[in-house]
């Protein structure tokens, strides 16, 4: 119980503000509504008070006040106040809460506080207020407490004791509802963005979706991933990456029609119920809109930065009923739209989910692939045509299912990257090919392809020196294929690693040269020993002379620079007897021989015999 100074108040009194704290301190602990709960209070103050109307406002985080409790004033009344800002001349409760202390008005009509309001509380019989500040315990104002008299009266020391006790009550269950409604903030609302959290969209996605599918509305699940946070937060810092997050909630908010829910589900993931899916059309609207509305730059104070949007759509009833079916299925769909090209929008297919469930099997295979010796090297042969004989050997993996038998680096890689495995397997090809090479004459070398992953992990030059050192290997007869999509020109760890490993001896291959537009930044990053004419541009140049000129300058301007050139893909005589007349080096391809175990070239004749085709051993 709070302590009462009633030294001017009757046993009645006395017991009834006794009663007056019990009831309302009991409301807040069985968690009452804090409407019910000051209204009451406000009733139980009146009748201690007779003659005296009482009101409580709040005050919000922006100094605007807000109708609480008033059971006596009439409803237009209070909702007058409603959004009304504190200030000096803002009536007795704006003034109070302005200046955080008790302003008393004895006579309303003619108070110039009260000069913008009199005409609404005259009419009503209002003729004094007294109004109390409501402070929380850090000392913010959070309301106001007020008398209203019928008569040009002060308060009287009965008065002030009501109030005093109304007051320290009305504190009491304001901060509890805002300890209330921030418990309630953190549980269901994200702390970045402000807009629901994935408990929120849990709780109540599957009311929505459930009702909007009842009344035959139809419903969707947009699923939506920024396509290029991770960069942006690298890059710009955390701060940059919260204010882009934040943005994109309200760009999404700001879209979104009534009943819809937006919400933020982890990381740069956002997922929206669309209530109001009837047909195709209006769901493909509304992802029109979304993807119009990421469309602009995003100012994140220290620059302005462009953000691609992928979309992933799951559709009720056709798609399903419940809301974690939709969302697994909405998600199904976005790792479509990013696989494919990411910034558009992709409906939930069937087949997409064959797909997925394909890759996930070809996932948990490759885990146990290398352990269980499942992957094996083929060998595809290069031949020198100055001089008609083989002069090295491409490593290229294959993996020996044991279920889907022998299978070639397109139908796993891409999972196998996607997994993280990529530099285990990477280094069991370095590894393996090294070994295998001691087996091959002594004058052919021996390429193996590397991924970024390998060349950006640290130590990895290290690992080439180590499985040289393993097998014993001549680090001349080791080469290195870097692919077109690797990034050299600005990334300086790979030029790093790639000097340290030409520093042992190993040669550089640029491969798929002429395929994508860095190739020619890659020759002038890094002196290569080697480029490869990707497999499209040597085919293209039998018939397209366009594409002729184009190998005809690439091997001309190789040999300026002192680069060995090698056509990859080489099919048929006339590719064959065309890049001899160029003047490319080498040549690979399926008119030489295609990629084979390398027990098929152990007991195989090494030389090319009188023209253009191998012998019968090498084809």
């Known amino acids: 119980m709070l302590e009462l100074d009633c030294e001017n108040c009757s046993n009645v009194t006395v017991q009834g503000l006794r009663a007056l704290q019990h009831g309302v301190l009991e409301r807040l602990a069985c968690g009452g509504p804090l409407r019910e709960t000051m209204n009451e209070l406000c009733r139980r103050a009146e009748r201690l008070a007779p003659a005296v109307i009482c009101s409580v406002l709040t005050v919000d985080r922006e100094g605007r006040l807000h109708p609480l409790a008033g059971p006596s004033l009439p409803d237009h009344y209070s909702m007058s106040l409603d959004g009304m800002r504190m200030g000096p001349d803002a009536g007795s409760c704006g003034a109070a809460a302005y200046f955080g202390e008790p302003v008393e008005v004895t006579d309303i009509e003619h108070d110039p506080r009260w000069a913008d309001f009199r005409a609404l509380a005259l009419p009503l019989g209002l003729r004094a207020c007294w109004s109390s500040p409501i402070r929380a315990s850090d000392d913010r104002v959070v309301g106001t407490f007020a008398f209203y008299y019928p008569s040009c009266r002060g308060a009287s020391p009965l008065d002030r004791t009501i109030v005093e006790t109304c007051v320290h009550l009305c504190a009491i269950a304001l901060e509890q509802e805002e300890r ?33 599918v009842a009344n035959g509305f139809g419903a969707a699940i947009h699923c939506v ?52 899916a009837a047909s195709a059309a209006d769901v493909v609207g509304f992802a029109t809109r979304l993807m119009e509305a990421m469309a602009a730059p995003f ?24 809301l974690r079916t939709l969302m697994r299925k909405a998600d199904f769909a976005l790792y479509e739209a990013k ?67 022998l299978r070639t680096p397109e139908d796993f890689l891409p999972v196998a990257t996607k997994a993280g495995l ?23 070398r021996v390429s193996v392809n590397v991924t970024q992953v390998q060349l950006e992990k640290t130590g990895f030059a290290d690992d080439v020196a180590a499985a040289l050192a393993a097998s014993r290997m001549d680090p001349s007869r080791l080469e ?46 890094l002196p290569v020993n080697r480029i490869k004419i990707g497999r499209p541009l040597a085919q293209q140049a039998q018939s397209s002379p366009r594409a002729a000129t184009i190998v005809q300058t690439i091997i001309d301007l190789a040999h300026e620079l002192g680069i060995t050139t090698t056509a990859e893909g080489v099919e048929t005589d006339t590719q064959l007897r065309m890049l001899g007349q160029f ?20 007991d195989g004749a090494e030389t090319i015999g009188g023209g253009a085709h191998p012998p019968s051993s090498l084809a």
């Open 180 to 212: 209330k409604e921030r418990i309630h903030r953190l549980a269901y609302f994200d702390a970045v963005t402000g807009v629901a959290n994935r408990a929120s969209m849990e709780q109540h996605g599957e009311t929505t979706v459930a009702a909007a």
């Open 480 to 525: 290195i294929e870097i692919a077109g999509s690797v990034r050299l020109a600005d990334n300086a760890e790979i030029l790093d690693c790639l000097t340290a490993i030409r520093a042992q001896g190993v040669s550089v291959a640029l491969d798929d040269f002429g395929v994508g537009g860095s190739a020619l930044a890659h020759l002038h990053a």
């Open 339 to 405: 696989s494919s090209g990411r910034g558009h929008f992709r409906f939930f297919d069937p087949e997409i989910e064959s797909r997925i469930a394909a890759n996930r099997r070809i996932w948990q295979d490759l885990k146990q692939a290398v352990a269980a010796g499942e992957f094996e090297l083929h060998f595809q042969p290069i031949v020198a045509l100055g001089v008609t004989r083989v002069c090295g050997y491409e490593a290229l993996l294959r993996w020996r299912h044991p279920r889907d038998g």
């Open 225 to 276: 991933d920024l396509d290029n946070f991770k960069e942006i937060n690298d890059t710009l810092g955390h701060r940059a990456g919260d204010i882009l997050l934040r943005s994109v909630g309200e760009r999404i908010a700001a879209i979104v029609n009534k009943g819809d829910i937006v919400a933020r589900i982890g990381g740069d993931e956002f997922a929206m119920v669309q209530s109001h």
């Open 583 to 602: 003047g490319c080096d080498e040549v690979q391809g399926f008119v030489i021989s295609p990629p084979r175990p390398l027990s098929a070239f152990l």
């Open 422 to 444: 990529l530099y285990e397997i990477g280094a069991w090809i370095l590894n393996e090919a090294c070994a295998s090479a001691a087996a091959l004459p002594p004058d052919t």
């Open 299 to 322: 100012d994140l104070e220290e620059a302005m930065a462009t953000v691609g949007v992928s979309v992933g759509i799951a559709r009720a009833p056709k798609d399903g009923y419940d």
